[in-house]
């Protein structure tokens, strides 16, 4: 058992967590960073195609070439960090107080420290979570551990390949596997619109012949050992099968490409209130969880496409950190609760006080054009030609806006 | 005779769809790019599309058995195939540096590592 004393921890050694570390350590905090991986970098490090760091760095990196950026930073700042090492649990004693137990090859690790950003990332949802049907066989992978077992260990998943899911991880994973000449027979997608950016079906998809159905879904997986084939069917508005067409694919592995979900099991312990629309907590406008001094940031917060968002919330939280940590003994701010209207499905932060500019990060439910963006409580509005679930809104409302609305909440929606 | 043919731009997230009028074997007038980088994308994929290739080649007795790499810019996008062919019966020694080149030309491009990867050795700590 080691004991030590940090003034922050930052839990999770991607893109969000690195850019904490770094902004932390710049603010004059002692800070520790741990990753449970045996290298730091999170998703980007296995990510080998470009569209990283197009704000951050206005260039268009690829994965390895963005994250070595964010680590190489991180050690020039002096960034404590220790890898391999996962965190368990948090133990909260009082608002300065705070235990963090992980496990590492050292051994069993309890350190304290005052305040805890957590930057852990998201979870993929897995076959169990879409309702999968069938038998249980070998060569069923999510997105991600097909991406690791072929572009970090270099084992090509399968050879003949059904996709489920057509967001921009499905699509790009189609695209690698293609390249790398196993045949992907389909991506198959529930909703009636592709999950993904269009330049991605374009250069993913039609650049490889691959069929993209949409309204469709795969209803069962059969095989006794590996993956022999999938069923696929039609499905109405209801998103149920409607009986009207199905149809057998060959393949021996299927990817699932569902989505992700904030990772907050450590945080829900600890009685950290979650926003069901979000999956990740209710935060107010300093990334503080409902648990003081308990902050997230990354895909922990609100799952980003864009990584320059997970850069830009770990800095901010930990500028956060800091000044929190300065006036933690003055009374707490009241808060407005930030409601969703018209197709919005989600935003955070949830919490905001009204005396401070807020960056806020949304998506919309479904696709529209031609709509403006409004607050309903003081008559804020935007336009955009365009928004789409597969693009996240970020939009900055100067305090003096938010602070126009008296009653407790603030109420985005989309309008035409 | 004219004739239209429409490709959505793959420079930029924004995805402009582009509506191409060629007469001939020449373009005479893109429509709906965003930016000027849209035309010139849209002239290059009616002549001779193009493409960024990204891969991995393996490596020995690096901490891990890949590196990533991509071509330093778009090749022609019917020779991708050659190259991966060709990447694929590479193998590198460890280490490798990010930035360091693969192949020095791989039909007009040069293919460079995009990771890290040290050598593996019995690591302290
Ligand atoms: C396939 C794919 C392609 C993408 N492509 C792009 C792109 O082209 N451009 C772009 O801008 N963005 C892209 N993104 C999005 C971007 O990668 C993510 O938004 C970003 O990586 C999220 O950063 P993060 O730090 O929040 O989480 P992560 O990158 O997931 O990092 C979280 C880290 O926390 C560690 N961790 C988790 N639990 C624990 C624990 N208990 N203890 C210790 N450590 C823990 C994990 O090991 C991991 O290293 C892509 C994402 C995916 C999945
Ligand atoms: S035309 Fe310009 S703005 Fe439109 S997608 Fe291409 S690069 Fe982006």
């Not at chain 1, 955009?384 to 929606?413: D, S, Y």
């Amino acid at each position: 058992m080691i004991e030590q004393k940090y003034d922050v921890i930052i839990i999770g050694g991607g893109p969000a967590g690195l850019s904490a570390a770094a902004k932390a350590v710049e603010n004059g905090l002692k800070t520790l960073l741990l990753e449970n991986r045996e290298m730091l970098g999170g998703i980007p490090f296995q990510c080998v195609h470009t569209g990283f760091g197009i704000h951050c760095f206005k260039e268009d990196l690829t994965g390895g070439e963005f994250i070595a950026r964010l680590i190489d930073r991180a050690v020039e700042k002096g960034v404590e960090t220790m890898v391999k090492t996962h965190v368990l649990k948090i133990q909260v004693y009082s608002a300065l107080e705070k235990t963090v137990y992980a496990a590492s090859p050292k051994g069993f690790l309890k350190i304290q420290a005052k305040a805890i950003i957590y930057a852990a990332g998201a979870r993929e949802r897995h076959q169990y979570e879409i309702g999968l049907a069938g038998d249980r066989p070998d060569g069923v992978y999510t997105a991600g551990e097909a991406q690791a077992l072929m572009d970090v260990y270099g084992v090509l998943p399968g050879k003949k390949i059904v996709i489920i899911g057509s967001g921009d991880v499905g699509l790009i994973m189609a695209r690698r596997l293609a390249m790398e000449r196993a045949e992907v027979k389909a991506v198959i997608e529930v909703l009636p619109y592709p999950g993904g950016l269009t330049r991605n079906i374009v250069q993913c998809l039609n650049d490889f012949n691959i069929p993209l159905y949409l309204s469709h879904m795969v209803r069962e997986v059969k095989g006794s050992e590996r993956v022999e084939k999938v069923i696929v069917t039609r499905v109405g508005e209801d998103m149920k099968p409607d009986g009207s067409f199905e149809f057998e694919l060959e393949c021996d592995t299927v990817i699932v490409s569902a989505g992700l979900k904030p990772d907050v099991d450590i945080l829900e312990k600890i009685g950290v209130e979650t926003d069901p629309a979000t999956g990740g907590p209710v935060v107010n406008e300093f990334y503080e969880t409902s648990v003081p001094l308990v902050f997230t940031a990354g895909n922990a917060l609100v799952v980003n496409d864009l990584v320059d968002y997970d850069v830009e919330q770990g800095e901010a939280a930990a500028t956060h950190a800091l000044k929190l940590l300065g006036d933690y003994l003055s009374p707490r701010l009241e808060w407005r609760r930030v409601e969703r209207g018209r197709n919005i499905r989600l935003i955070v932060p949830q919490l905001v006080s009204g005396s401070k500019d807020v960056v806020f990060y949304s998506r919309v439910q479904y696709p529209e054009d031609n709509v403006r963006l409004t607050i309903r409580e003081t008559g804020f509005e935007k336009r955009f030609f365009k928004v789409k679930p597969a693009e996240m809104i970020r939009i900055m409302i100067p305090a003096e806006e938010l602070a126009k609305a008296r009653r407790g909440k603030i109420t985005f929606e989309v309008v035409r | 005779m004219s004739r239209i043919v429409e490709y959505t731009c793959i420079i930029c997230p924004s995805g402009c769809l582009l509506r191409v009028e060629a007469e001939e074997n020449r373009v005479v007038k893109v429509e709906g790019a965003g930016c000027p980088r849209g035309v010139e994308y849209a002239k290059q994929e009616f002549s001779d599309p193009m493409r960024i290739v990204f891969t991995v080649v393996r490596v020995r007795n690096g901490e891990l058995p890949t590196v990533s790499v991509k071509t330093t810019r778009p090749i022609p996008k019917n020779k991708v195939f050659n190259l991966m062919k060709m990447l694929a019966s590479i193998e590198l020694e460890a280490p490798v540096e990010i930035g360091e080149i693969i192949v020095g030309d791989a039909y007009g491009a040069e293919v460079v590592a995009t990771r890290r990867v040290g050598r593996r050795e019995p690591v302290a700590g």
